[in-house]
């Protein structure tokens, strides 16, 4: 096949001609396609490169201005409805990292729009045939989203009081409506890429697709849905690094109590909505394979195998971070120490359960790795890759961590009430029954069939969300009136659990990247899903490691623009530190997020 | 502040390091553009076979399920003997090409359903060329040129084979296991009926063993030694691993297996 790459401007003008075109007689744009060339050229990176890290780097700031709105309003209601102001200014410096946040992701928009335009016109050219009413819309409805978010922010000492202070939330949730809409416009566009409909094939001319087909694409809910959560999570964790990053910096103790306080909200959003994610990306991935069984089989068991044991690896850090940094937290709680010595236990149990995660089975091996093994599974870790051991390994994380966060919650609490002994002993037996349950199918899975042992996963994870479900409401209740064995200290935090919170926000950016390769990679050699090939000399799919460096590449980019986003949020405005009010009955500070 | 800033920098390129060290420690597999096969008008069933072989490892996506014992049934030196016997109405070809065509048609007992349907990734001919491949699991290949639809046909002499073709993918492509025991020098050895030296283990009963066994008899022939035979002990080449494709070896243990 004949590829043809040009330069950019010579480019721009053929696609201009073709839109004219498009927009004037459909019989001529289609000829005007055909004339438009396939493929520009960039310097060094070339053209694929190009638009990966404009596109990764416009998707990391995108999820950021997502994810931190949806937060920021929650927080806000809690200020509003609990009466705890020091919610409200939380929400306000949320918001504040937002505004120059905004910038960044438009710019990066627009070079991912011109990088397209320009470097892979023809492709653009059919994506525009089909979705350019979706786009003016877009365009629309960013601006919207704008214009609410400068009337929400600057109208907050405004609109501080009363009624006024209803509706300067009501635009908080309009800001969440605007952006959740424009981010779902956005998806339509590449899950079409993905998964186009049956009815479009190779021959189908983009004018005569209809424009709801091609957005409601099999696996566009999927993807908004697992988006939504991810944003969250990655809002959540970007927050933890700016607080850690300021805590870092502060100059007062309040300052640093302010951040510390901040943090911990941070990382408790991130390593929350976490837990949920799995359940997202398991209804995306079902949808995939329903979609097309061979895309599915490529993503799971094909060449990108081994990409699942480096999530794997990743998610393991997540989780050891995380509670590392509850672990780290308690030392300034009083009465967390009686909790110390379990906390070795809870390091055994989720090392452990990265190490079975992460242990290769199915791979596509080499002759000479299927030598060094002895067959094309290893002999003794083979029977750890199994399904039946990960989903065990990733159901006790799960439980380690709700029970990690659970001490930290209990640290500073008496409660007062006649049969808190009692409750404790049933969230203890709650506790037991859910591991006993995940342990049993996690055994009985090597004795039945594949068929049966899918199914064994949904009681595993019902198991561990009924648990986490009757011990959160019966801590609830028994902690209603607790006294205090003493405020937390906020602020009295060692420097190296700010550092964790970096780690966090790295490998969850990098983890990020990792898996938009796998979700843009799994169309192989295809713009569009068996309807549009690549065929430019850079079709190929590349190995994990130059994926790996690119990824790298563009969170490098994202963190230094971040630090500058940092930097400016420090000089735009001091924070109105308002101190908790210490030696009171209960720190409503981290509780009151985690449930009380 | 300033080594604080470089504290945090030095965290933060540090993870990357670790990810992307770890990333690229582990094996690359690249996916690369499948090529265009063209397979001309006077293509010979020997051909096809070499074909579907590349296919089968390759752009056919095959071994990303057949060959690894959970997701779907081993179809090496296998497949050839009871395809004919699947599906009533059906003989060998027919329903290997219906396997690939219509794949939930038949679903073999204790498999899930999740076997694409070939014509969306490969032309007419490139199925035909694997259903031979298949068919030489085992088997006798009947596949011909007559098969495939001559509109789908190139002219003829134009037969494109992917990378590595002539002599060395000839070799690669032999996956009866009996030749693949002889061109290995296996009978220089061992005996199987007629054929070859008792000296060292007979074939003939090695199927009494378990599949392990024989694997790592074949991978690290050192690791075990036979009873009876310690006075031959490590004259056995160490090599097969790096000589044998994925395919071959599997060939050639489940043929040793059912030798009882």
């Known amino acids: ?596 | 502040m300033l080594r604080t800033n470089l504290k945090i920098l030095l965290t933060v390129i540090g993870t990357l390091a670790v990810y992307t060290a770890v990333a690229n420690m582990i094996p690359q597999v690249q996916s690369e553009v499948p090529e265009e096969t063209a397979i001309g008008a006077d293509v010979t069933p020997e051909q096809l076979v070499v074909i579907g072989q590349e296919l089968y490892e390759g752009a056919g996506g095959c071994t990303a399920c057949h060959g690894l014992g959970t997701r779907a049934p081993d179809l090496l030196g296998v497949i050839g003997q009871v395809c004919g016997e699947r599906r009533e109405g059906l003989d060998c070809k027919e329903y290997i090409f219906q396997s690939l065509t219509e794949p939930s048609a038949f679903v073999v007992e204790g498999f899930q359903p999740i076997m694409p349907d070939l014509r969306r990734t490969l032309s007419e001919p490139q199925i035909w060329a694997l259903v031979a491949f298949l068919q030489s699991q085992g088997g006798p290949v009947t596949v011909t040129a007559a098969d495939i639809p001559r509109a789908e046909l190139s002219a003829p002499g134009e037969l494109a084979i992917a990378d590595g073709g002539g002599a060395a993918a000839a070799d690669a492509a032999v996956t009866d296991p009996v030749e693949l025991l002889r061109t290995n020098a296996c009978f220089a050895c061992h005996q199987l009926g007629e054929e070859g030296v008792a000296l060292g283990p007979t074939f003939e009963t090695i199927g009494t063993r378990d599949t392990e066994y024989i694997r790592r008899s074949i991978l690290r022939p050192n690791a075990d030694t036979a009873q009876g035979f310690e006075a031959v002990a490590g004259t056995m080449p160490a090599n097969f691993g790096d000589q044998l494709t994925a395919a071959q070896l599997e060939t050639i243990v489940r043929f040793l297996s059912s030798q009882r």
């Open chain 1, 1 to 596: 096949m004949r590829v043809t790459c040009v330069r950019p401007i010579r480019v721009a003008g053929a696609l201009a001609a073709a839109l004219l075109l498009l927009a004037a007689d459909p019989g001529l744009a289609q000829e005007a396609l055909a004339l438009t060339p396939e493929y520009g050229h960039f310097p060094l990176i070339g053209a694929r490169g190009a638009i990966w890290i404009a596109a990764q780097v416009h998707l990391m700031f995108a999820a950021f201005v997502l994810g931190v709105p949806m937060f920021a309003v929650v927080v806000e209601a809690v200020g509003i409805f609990g009466g705890d102001r020091r919610y409200d200014r939380l929400a306000k410096e949320f918001t504040r990292l937002l505004l120059i946040a905004y910038s960044a992701t438009a710019i990066w928009g627009a070079a991912l729009v011109f990088a397209l335009a320009t470097l892979y016109p023809r492709f653009w050219a059919y994506l525009t045939a089909i979705f350019a009413p979706s786009m003016w819309i877009y365009a629309g409805l960013f601006f919207l989203e704008s214009f609410t978010l400068y009337l929400y922010y600057y109208g907050w000492e405004r609109w501080k009081e009363g009624i006024a202070k209803k509706m300067h939330w009501g635009l908080g949730i309009l800001l969440n409506v605007w952006g959740t809409i424009v981010m779902f416009i956005a998806n339509s566009w590449l899950t079409f890429m993905m998964s186009p409909p049956a009815q479009v094939t190779a021959d189908t001319a983009p004018q005569t697709v209809r424009l709801w087909s091609a957005i409601a694409n099999a696996t566009w809910m999927p993807i908004n849905i697992h988006r939504i959560i991810a944003n969250v999570v990655f809002g959540g964790a970007i927050v933890g690094a700016y607080a850690a990053y300021r805590f870092l910096a502060a100059r007062t103790d309040e300052e640093r109590a302010h951040y510390d306080w901040m943090g911990y909200i941070g990382n408790f959003i991130a390593i929350g909505a976490l837990i949920v994610l799995p359940f997202a990306g398991y209804y995306l991935g079902r949808e995939i394979y329903e979609f097309n069984q061979q895309m599915g089989i490529t993503m799971m068991g094909g060449f990108m195998s081994w990409l699942w044991i480096i999530q794997a690896f990743l998610i393991g850090i997540l989780f050891l971070t995380g509670n590392y940094y509850l672990w780290v937290g308690m030392g300034r709680i009083p009465g967390a120490e009686r909790f110390t010595p379990y906390i070795k236990w809870l390091l055994i149990v989720l090392v452990i359960g990265t190490i079975v995660w992460a242990t290769p089975h199915t791979m596509i091996a080499s002759r000479r790795e299927i030598a060094a093994m002895g067959g094309t599974h290893h002999p003794f870790l083979g029977v750890l890759g199994v399904m039946s051991a990960k989903n065990t390994a990733v159901n006790f994380m799960i439980l380690t961590t709700f029970l990690s966060f659970l001490l930290y919650r209990r640290a500073n609490k008496r409660p007062v009430i006649g049969w808190a002994r009692t409750g404790t002993l049933v969230q203890g037996a709650a506790f037991a029954l859910a591991a006993g349950i995940v342990l049993f199918y996690g055994i009985y899975g090597y004795f039945v069939s594949a068929i049966v042992r899918i199914g064994f996963s949904v009681y595993q994870v019902l198991a561990v969300l009924a648990c986490i479900l009757v011990v959160i409401t019966l801590d609830v209740v028994m902690l209603r009136g607790a006294t205090s064995r003493g405020a937390i200290r906020w602020g009295q935090m060692p420097e190296r659990s700010q550092y964790a919170l970096f780690i966090l926000a790295v490998t969850f950016t990098w983890l990020m990247g990792l898996m938009g390769f796998a979700r843009s990679g799994i169309r192989q050699h295809w713009h569009v899903f068996e309807v549009i090939r690549d065929t430019s000399p850079q079709a190929f799919t590349p190995a994990l490691g130059p994926a790996a460096t690119m990824i790298s590449v563009c969170v490098l980019i994202f963190f230094g623009l971040v630090a500058v986003i940092f930097w400016l949020g420090g000089l735009a405005e001091k924070p109105i530190v308002i101190p908790a009010a210490a030696g009171t009955a209960v720190d409503l500070g981290p509780a009151a997020t985690a449930g009380d």
